[in-house]
């Protein structure tokens, strides 16, 4: 998938890598997320990412001229999940839609684990 804007200028084109670690930057900036997780569909192991992977924890579907973000993370524990969910998806939309000009329909939040 890639993103094609056009201006009066000339075509301006992202590709769904630099998308994946707006996205998964976004999400790490934000307090209580520990790490980004990705679940292997062969056997449902969850596996921690470093930043160097941050974007086998983000998923990006294509519907209707819009993005939705499926994200899969670790939080710290003793923190509200809720309003960690809560700050991440306001951050990835807001840092999606600035940084590139996609419209975000949706961001779904997948919490894989708890560190202690």
């Given at each position: 998938?890639?993103?094609?804007?056009?201006?009066?200028?000339?075509?301006?084109?992202?590709?769904?890598?630099v998308?994946?670690?707006?996205?998964?930057?976004?999400?790490?900036?934000?307090?209580?997320?520990?790490?980004?997780?990705?679940?292997?569909?062969?056997?449902?192991?969850?596996?921690?990412?470093?930043?160097?992977?941050?974007?086998?924890?983000?998923?990006?579907?294509?519907?209707?001229?819009?993005?939705?973000?499926?994200?899969?993370?670790?939080?710290?524990y003793?923190?509200?999940?809720?309003?960690?969910?809560?700050?991440?998806?306001?951050?990835?939309?807001?840092?999606?839609?600035?940084?590139?000009?996609?419209?975000?329909?949706?961001v779904?939040?997948?919490?894989?684990?708890?560190?202690?």
């Amino acid at each position: 998938m890639e993103c094609k804007i056009k201006n009066d200028v000339g075509t301006i084109y992202i590709t769904e890598d630099v998308m994946l670690k707006v996205v998964g930057y976004a999400a790490l900036e934000c307090y209580g997320i520990v790490a980004m997780a990705s679940k292997r569909a062969k056997d449902g192991l969850v596996q921690w990412l470093g930043r160097e992977n941050l974007s086998k924890g983000v998923q990006l579907k294509l519907v209707d001229d819009m993005i939705d973000v499926d994200l899969f993370i670790i939080v710290e524990y003793g923190i509200s999940i809720a309003e960690v969910c809560k700050a991440i998806s306001e951050q990835v939309r807001y840092k999606l839609e600035s940084m590139t000009g996609v419209k975000v329909r949706r961001v779904n939040i997948s919490v894989e684990g708890v560190r202690v």
